[in-house]
């Protein structure tokens, strides 16, 4: 049994910050007392803040299917390197994750090279039955992810993007119908179900050539996401199913979802670093690392998204981390795949905005607590207390950090962060009372383990 006693340091507990010894017996934090009360091999942390373990709720491992892009390995690489000690990884993968039989191939796959903790969403297709999804939870789904307006390849079993419903291998994207039918079977799971809220009609209607900036805003227009929540969540409401809304970018979004919770739907809603801190003017300096869909908009969205954060409308920030290779992103804005990778600076650039709103310790709520409360994990993750794992991050707050592309551990190097400069390190990382990351170098171990929601029987 190891006994492990975090001294020194700031400790960020569900009651707020406060000088704390935490001490850690087999990967479990056992108590968080008062100074000199703890017992246990020293781990000595003074100067430093000790914070929950980030938990990014959304991101694209490419693995399996797209090894140039990133893998399991690379991206908990960059998980570990920014604090994140548990991904929830989006089921767009190849083969996607529509079945059980594709969930657990692709969880024993990421057992072998994960460095942290690692739950995955499952895939809701057109064509998606009720009982494929029972027993996609029963293999251990956090949830369903639904791609308005993405079809599917059947041959290839990807996910795409393309509009183009003439090809006959592709299999017509899930809509608000594919919803209602899945509904009752969603509620009756109790697991939440996440849409790409994109409305295709909308999309369809504004499509154009991408020659600027501005043709990527008037093609993707706000009314797209505001539209797909308030439909999605008319679905939601009327079934009593946990709607969360992915990567919100507008506050035409926001408000159409604000509408929704206040008709009394059960909506949680994530938005992402690149929202928060970036906005059209950056484009002439970021370039295509900058092209993702929902697209990065206009300096008033950003405001809005940082105010409802603040009025805590917004729980969680993850990342849309989606790399692509940095040639496939030096292409032109019409050819540049979408995406950016984020996994590794989404801690430390909530911190920098909780800072610029005035309480740093706002970032472990919005990056911890929050998505541990819908991925199902809020009696084992998100947060410094007994009987939770001891997944600690140490920053220091005396150090600054500038995003580089040399320090990131992900494929792609070139992130819509590039240059940001924030005043916060990451020392060191734990993983269940495991170090995983520390000064820099990574631990050669991969230690990570499969999470699965609280409360759904295991097959
Ligand atoms: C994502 C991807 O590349 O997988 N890209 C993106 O721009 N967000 C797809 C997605 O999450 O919608
Ligand atoms: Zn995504």
Request: with cysteine; hydrophobic share 40%.
């Amino acid at each position: 049994m190891t006994e492990l006693l975090f001294r020194g340091a700031t400790v960020y507990t569900p009651d707020g910050p406060g000088e704390f010894d935490v001490t850690v017996s087999d990967g479990v934090i056992t108590s968080v007392g008062p100074r000199g009360s703890g017992r246990g091999k020293a781990v000595d942390v003074s100067g430093n803040w000790l914070l929950p373990g980030g938990i990014d709720v959304h991101v694209h491992s490419r693995d399996p299917g797209f090894p140039d892009k990133e893998d399991f390995g690379t991206l908990t690489a960059a998980a570990a390197a920014g604090g994140v000690t548990t991904v929830v990884d989006m089921p767009n993968t190849v083969p996607a994750v529509d079945s059980a039989g594709a969930l657990e191939s692709k969880a024993a796959l990421a057992r072998s090279r994960s460095r942290v903790d690692f739950g995955l969403w499952a895939l809701i297709r057109s064509s998606s039955t009720a009982e494929q999804l029972v027993e996609l939870a029963s293999a251990g789904a956090v949830g369903f992810k639904a791609y308005l307006g993405y079809s599917f390849s059947v041959n290839r079993k990807q996910v795409l993007h393309a509009l183009d419903a003439s090809d006959p291998d592709l299999e017509a994207p899930p809509d608000y119908g594919t919803l209602t039918r899945l509904a009752p079977a969603i509620a009756e799971l109790g697991l939440p179900l996440v849409i790409h809220a994109e409305d295709p009609g909308i999309l369809h209607a504004f499509r154009r050539p991408f020659e600027t900036y501005e043709d990527v805003l008037e093609a993707r227009p706000a009314e797209a996401e505001s539209v797909a929540i308030s439909a999605t969540a008319s679905v939601a409401r009327q079934h009593d199913i946990h709607l969360h809304i992915a990567h919100v970018s507008s506050a035409l979004g926001l408000q159409a979802a604000e509408e929704a919770i206040a008709a009394g739907t059960r909506l949680t809603l994530e938005t992402c670093p690149q929202y928060l801190w970036r906005t059209e003017a950056d484009f002439a300096r970021l370039g295509t690392a900058m092209k993702m869909n929902p697209p990065v908009r206009r300096a008033s969205d950003q405001q809005a998204l940082r105010d409802a954060l603040r009025r805590e409308v917004i729980s969680v920030v993850a990342t849309d981390h989606a790399p692509h290779t940095d040639d496939e992103k030096a292409q032109d804005l019409e050819h540049a795949p979408p995406g950016t990778p984020g996994v590794q600076t989404l801690y430390l650039s909530c911190l920098e905005l909780a800072r610029h709103m005035g309480d740093p310790w706002l970032a472990a709520r919005w990056v911890s607590e929050g998505p541990a409360a819908l991925a199902g994990l809020s009696e084992s993750k998100g947060r410094i207390a007994p009987g939770y794992d001891a997944d600690l991050v140490v920053v220091d707050p005396k150090q600054s950090t500038t995003f580089s592309p040399k320090a990131m551990r992900s494929r792609q190097k070139h992130g819509a962060l590039e240059g940001l400069k924030v005043s916060f390190a990451i020392t060191s990382v734990y993983l269940r009372g495991v170090p995983i990351y520390a000064n820099g170098r990574l631990s050669t171990r991969s230690t990570g383990r499969m999470v699965r929601p609280a409360g759904v029987p295991i097959a």
